[in-house]
């Protein structure tokens, strides 16, 4: 029988050629942060540069234990892929600030909660927990571009951007996964709950990072307006998972 591709079987080929990203970015660039800059864009940098870290070994023990997903020879090297991918956008925030002389955060309050809620979880709320994050990004990059003069930082987070619009589809891809087996009952309340913790997290990042969004001019609707758009475009995904589910099933069949 011909084998249907898997769906990460492609997200593989993905990862894999993106190879390291940060070879083409501006590294040679000697602006320096004004003090202003610095003191609107310096903390959010070193928040982010920690929180875009993880080892992710108790995502890939999770993922081992998914069940279909994890009969999918492709989903945990995408997986291992993707970690990579997510490791590199910490490293070059941390080069970035080690060349302005800022110093690199071991711990904060707020990467603290949500890695122990990571922990705690099994394999839906970990991604569900990570994905969110993903989306928040998008705002928070999208003004951190405009929120300083340097092009290195500018270059960094183009290239940011570029990596998270792709990771939302394949994060909607795994966690419609996840939740197609639930019933729509269920399935709809744990839309709710992640709904409820997507605007939680909005609100926190907002009262955190404030400084950089106004340093570039945004306000608070217009970070809100475009949080919930991108929050949408996630849902949408996710929805739009049950196709990919067919393709497993084939897959399935034919070995």
């Given at each position: 029988?011909?084998?249907?591709?898997?769906?990460?079987?492609?997200?593989?080929?993905?990862?894999?050629?993106?190879?390291?990203?940060?070879?083409?970015?501006?590294?040679q660039d000697s602006y320096r942060l004004?003090?202003?800059?610095?003191?609107?864009?310096?903390?959010?940098?070193?928040?982010?540069?920690?929180?875009?870290?993880?080892?992710?070994?108790?995502?890939?023990?999770?993922?081992?234990?998914?069940?279909?997903?994890?009969?999918?020879?492709?989903?945990?090297?995408?997986?291992?892929?993707?970690?990579?991918?997510?490791?590199?956008?910490?490293?070059?925030?941390?080069?970035?600030?080690?060349?302005?002389?800022?110093?690199?955060?071991?711990?904060?309050?707020?990467?603290?909660?949500?890695?122990?809620?990571?922990?705690?979880?099994?394999?839906?709320?970990?991604?569900?927990?990570?994905?969110?994050?993903?989306?928040?990004?998008?705002?928070?990059?999208?003004?951190?571009?405009?929120?300083?003069?340097?092009?290195?930082?500018?270059?960094?987070?183009?290239?940011?951007?570029?990596?998270?619009?792709?990771?939302?589809?394949?994060?909607?891809?795994?966690?419609?996964?996840?939740?197609?087996p639930l019933t729509d009952r269920s399935?709809?309340?744990?839309?709710?709950?992640?709904?409820?913790?997507?605007?939680?997290?909005?609100?926190?990042?907002?009262?955190?990072?404030?400084?950089?969004?106004?340093?570039?001019?945004?306000?608070?609707?217009?970070?809100?307006?475009?949080?919930?758009?991108?929050?949408?475009?996630?849902?949408?995904?996710?929805?739009?998972?049950?196709?990919?589910?067919?393709?497993?099933?084939q897959r399935t069949m034919d070995q």
């Amino acid at each position: 029988m011909t084998t249907v591709a898997s769906p990460y079987e492609r997200w593989h080929r993905h990862f894999q050629g993106h190879g390291d990203a940060s070879l083409a970015l501006p590294w040679q660039d000697s602006y320096r942060l004004t003090d202003s800059e610095r003191k609107s864009a310096g903390r959010s940098i070193q928040q982010f540069q920690l929180g875009e870290w993880a080892r992710g070994r108790g995502l890939k023990r999770r993922a081992l234990g998914q069940g279909e997903l994890a009969a999918d020879p492709w989903f945990v090297p995408a997986l291992e892929l993707f970690i990579k991918e997510e490791q590199g956008h910490s490293a070059m925030l941390g080069r970035f600030l080690d060349q302005q002389g800022i110093p690199r955060l071991e711990a904060h309050w707020v990467d603290g909660i949500f890695r122990r809620l990571r922990k705690l979880a099994g394999l839906e709320v970990c991604a569900a927990v990570l994905v969110t994050a993903e989306v928040l990004a998008v705002p928070f990059y999208q003004a951190l571009k405009d929120a300083t003069r340097s092009p290195l930082l500018r270059a960094i987070c183009s290239r940011i951007l570029v990596d998270e619009a792709a990771h939302l589809n394949y994060q909607g891809l795994t966690l419609g996964l996840i939740r197609r087996p639930l019933t729509d009952r269920s399935r709809v309340l744990h839309g709710f709950w992640h709904r409820a913790l997507f605007h939680g997290t909005a609100l926190l990042l907002w009262q955190q990072h404030r400084a950089v969004f106004r340093a570039a001019g945004w306000s608070f609707f217009r970070y809100w307006s475009e949080a919930q758009r991108w929050f949408a475009i996630l849902e949408m995904k996710i929805r739009n998972s049950s196709a990919a589910f067919r393709v497993l099933c084939q897959r399935t069949m034919d070995q």
